[in-house]
């Protein structure tokens, strides 16, 4: 069996969704293995726009097994919801792996109750309980999808205060999504090619994020693992996804967001707005220092670039090449812990000043753009293997091996990566 495994790079929010979509018929199964309804992945297909928050991506497709893996959390109602609100698009078959925690009532009531008692230092959750409840699977007291399966025995195993809410709620929730319930890892066992879609990102991961400004789930290919019951030596590629510019929503630091007239563009021109919450998202550059973080922890063997379009009319477009202390000077190449005593050391490149909205070919890129590209690339060692140049699956352009490297990079760079990474026998395989 064969897995590869799609993550995001940033804060979330990269269009990892439209990637899934991209690729999935090219799999069996696609298995969703963190968070929970606070992921948002937005989709379009034939001009029609979906957005899937618990659900696999791969649910738009026919013939696709999607499963939600042990490590997500899950809230059968929100489940249910977006199910009825895809109608006669949601096509895949749906498996709930009997190891995932659920999303009780008390623990968004808790949820929304810490976000309001921490006042002007709340985190900016989605309010959607997520938190609590891995904590209650962390503290051995939550219920288990496997537990709607015979709930006088799991109500039984602890004491209780309310026990008549929660087994009430229990017996909903079983009505809800009882015919979906399985053995996650029999499942993946059976299938031969399976994409694991990561949620939220590696810089909300739950220890190497922007702790405690994080999700409480690990975002990162470790946590994707684990979440779906796969081995590293399933693992083939690790796309990860980053846009051509850097976007958080909620709270905690983000180095080089752009507070002026560019981050406002930004969030105008790449309509970023949350598709969980509808909240406005922060905007500003990309940051070379997070990406590299990113592709230590994840093994990233590829890259997907989302919304370079978006930077179409910039005159000037920056990349963070390294963080600078703001007492000292003393220049830093890594994510520090305290991120917050650092500020963004930039490149920056003449922008492209042309239309690339919806194009297909690497060729026919701006040369600037191209520039851009290669620069963000290899100064991350990975090669590009999607650039996305609008939302719809069409408006991408899929790089054929070494396409977006200039001539001497090729010769030099290119082939050192490809042995690193074993991208050769990747783009083979594909
Ligand atoms: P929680 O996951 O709801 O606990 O929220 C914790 C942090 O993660 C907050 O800053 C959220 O805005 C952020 N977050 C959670 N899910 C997503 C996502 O899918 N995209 C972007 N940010 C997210």
């Not at 097994?65 to 698009?89: F, M, R, S, T, Y």
């Not at 002007?120 to 051995?140: E, F, M, V, W």
């Not at 470790?222 to 958080?248: E, F």
């Not at 000037?316 to 994510?335: F, H, L, M, P, S």
């Amino acid at each position: 069996m064969k897995a590869d495994v799609i993550v995001g790079m940033q804060w979330g929010d990269e269009g990892k969704g439209k990637i899934v979509d991209l690729i999935a018929d090219n799999y069996k199964a696609v298995v969703r293995a963190n968070g929970g309804n606070n992921a948002g992945h937005s989709i379009s297909v034939n001009g029609k726009n979906f957005a899937v928050h618990s659900l696999p991506s791969g649910v738009l497709q026919e013939g696709i097994i999607n499963l939600i893996g042990a490590g997500c959390v899950v809230n059968p109602k929100a489940i249910v919801q977006e199910i009825n609100k895809l109608g006669e698009d949601f096509k895949g078959t749906l498996k709930i792996s009997d190891r995932c925690p659920l999303v009780l009532s008390k623990y968004i009531e808790e949820d929304i109750r810490k976000e309001k008692e921490k006042g002007d230092k709340s985190i900016g959750t989605t309010l959607r309980g997520i938190g609590p409840t891995y904590a209650g699977l962390k503290n051995r007291e939550a219920f288990l999808v496997g537990d709607l399966l015979n709930i006088e025995r799991a109500l039984d195993r602890y004491s209780l205060e309310n026990i008549d809410l929660i087994k009430k709620e229990l017996e909903e929730y079983k009505e809800m999504i009882g015919q979906y319930i399985c053995d996650g890892i029999s499942e993946i066992k059976k299938q031969e090619t399976i994409l694991i879609e990561g949620a939220q990102a590696t810089m909300l991961d739950n220890v190497y994020g922007t702790y405690p400004f994080v999700t409480s789930s690990n975002t990162i290919v470790s946590g994707l693992l684990t979440g779906s019951g796969l081995n590293h030596k399933n693992i083939r590629n690790v796309i990860g996804v980053t846009k051509a510019y850097c976007t958080r929503v909620g709270n905690g630091p983000f180095i080089t967001e752009d507070l002026g007239e560019a981050g406002d563009l930004i969030r105008k021109i790449g309509k970023e707005v949350g598709v969980s919450t509808g909240r406005p998202r922060r905007c500003g550059w990309i940051d070379l220092i997070q990406l590299k973080h990113a592709v230590q922890l994840n093994g990233i063997t590829s890259l997907a670039v989302m919304k370079s379009d978006v930077l179409d009319t910039f005159p000037i477009v920056k990349v963070c090449v390294a963080y600078r202390n703001i007492k000292t000077g003393e220049e830093i190449d890594y994510v520090p812990y305290v991120i917050e005593d650092y500020e963004a050391v930039y490149k920056e490149f003449d922008g492209w000043m042309e239309k690339t909205y919806g194009e297909t070919s690497y060729e026919k890129l701006p040369r600037n753009l191209k520039d851009y590209l290669e620069f963000v690339s290899e100064s991350i060692g990975v090669q590009i293997k999607y650039i996305s140049t609008g939302p719809e699956r069409e408006s991408t352009i899929v790089c054929e091996e070494n396409e977006f490297f200039g001539v001497e990079f090729r010769m030099e760079t290119a082939e050192r990566i490809c042995e690193y990474y074993d991208i050769a026998n990747f783009m083979k395989e594909d």
